[in-house]
């Protein structure tokens, strides 16, 4: 029997609503022991044991959760006998704590996060399906060297790719710019590709204080007045959710251009739900970075973590970019 570790923190897998056909509910409201004792019929070939790390709705996930989840993931690599790691978690806010777990675990045990769309006593329930996939993908050694996994709706995303697109169904993930790495049902599981990241390490080392970074949202009509409310005195870098291809009207472009000639990182993303956001031959006078394949809560992750680690130039910030 395989060893897993299960690390919980709330979300719709864990949540009620109290009626089966019910429309609202209460995320975060089963402990990890209880959803465990109600897997425990599945017949999953696997030993699990759980740890709860939080029980919240994503929409509250942060710093101070990640904090306390990063070094209980770390300790369970570590542990000879547990052969990867599964965690429990909301779908608003799935993508950006997987991708920054990415960013920062090695990649020889899968680590795999594993959310639901429906609460756990309401008709057509995903969650129970979705961690026995979990379960199934943590289990086998070809999920190592993947890096982070995430697992929903009979699918298997790698971390840098997902991203939410529907409020509500089942299959409200996708992968951008590669979808869907592997197929998975409780009973099997293929790949359709070799791992890429074995024999890696971390990309970047863990830090407890992350600098703010904001994200500021173009619009028709987005002027600089709009740019200079949502910056602070604390903030230490940008990312623009643009129109089109990381788009912005001239006035907020200006705006944008003396920030980073202040030297304030500006990254410049898309607000559509998929595409290349490239290299304009202005950025490099501008002192602009393109996120590329990264939406923008995903470049803030990535921004976020370079400013950590030192990097603030906005030529080693579009290196980094680029190798996403």
């Known amino acids: 029997m395989t060893k897993l570790t299960v690390l919980a923190t709330g979300g719709t897998i864990a949540g009620i609503a109290g009626s089966a056909i019910g429309a609202d509910y209460r995320a975060g409201e089963i402990g990890i022991e209880d959803y465990l004792e109600k897997v425990g019929g599945l017949g999953l070939e696997a030993e699990l044991s759980g740890r709860q790390i939080a029980n919240i709705d994503s929409a509250d996930m942060g710093p101070e959760v990640w904090n306390a989840l990063h070094p209980a993931i ?20 799935l993508e950006e704590t997987a991708f920054l777990l990415d ?33 199934r993908v943590a289990s086998d050694p070809e999920a190592a060297g993947r890096g982070v996994l995430v697992v929903m709706g009979d699918r298997v995303f790698a971390a840098r790719d997902v991203r939410k697109v529907r409020t509500r169904g089942t299959e409200a993930f996708r992968g951008f710019p590669r979808e869907s790495i592997g197929l998975v049902t409780p009973a099997s599981l293929e790949w359709f590709g ?30 600089r007045a709009g740019v200079e409310r949502q910056v ?45 956001v490239d290299r304009e031959p202005e950025d490099e006078e ?7 394949a990264l939406n923008p809560q995903k470049a803030r992750i990535l921004l976020q973590l370079l400013l950590a680690n030192g990097i603030t130039d906005s030529a080693a910030i579009q290196q980094r970019f680029d190798r996403r």
């Open 194 to 223: 070799a791992p890429w990241r074995q024999g890696r390490g971390a990309a970047f080392d863990w830090c407890d204080a992350l600098p703010e970074v904001v994200i500021v949202h173009a619009y028709a009509g987005f002027d």
């Open 232 to 276: 602070g005195e604390n903030t230490r870098g940008i990312v623009v959710a643009g129109v089109g291809e990381g788009n912005m009207p001239e006035s907020a472009r200006q705006a944008l251009v003396a920030l980073a000639r202040r030297g304030l990182p500006v990254v410049r993303a898309s607000r559509t739900d998929e595409g290349l």
């Open 286 to 292: 501008n002192g602009f970075v393109a996120a590329r």
């Open 103 to 135: 960013l920062t675990l090695p990649a020889d045990k899968p680590v795999v996060v594993v959310g639901a769309m429906r609460p756990a006593d309401a008709v057509g329930y995903d969650g129970l399906r979705n961690f026995a996939n979990a379960v």
């Open 74 to 93: 770390c300790d369970a690599l570590k542990d000879p006998e547990c052969a990867g790691v599964v965690i429990t978690h909301g779908t608003d806010t």
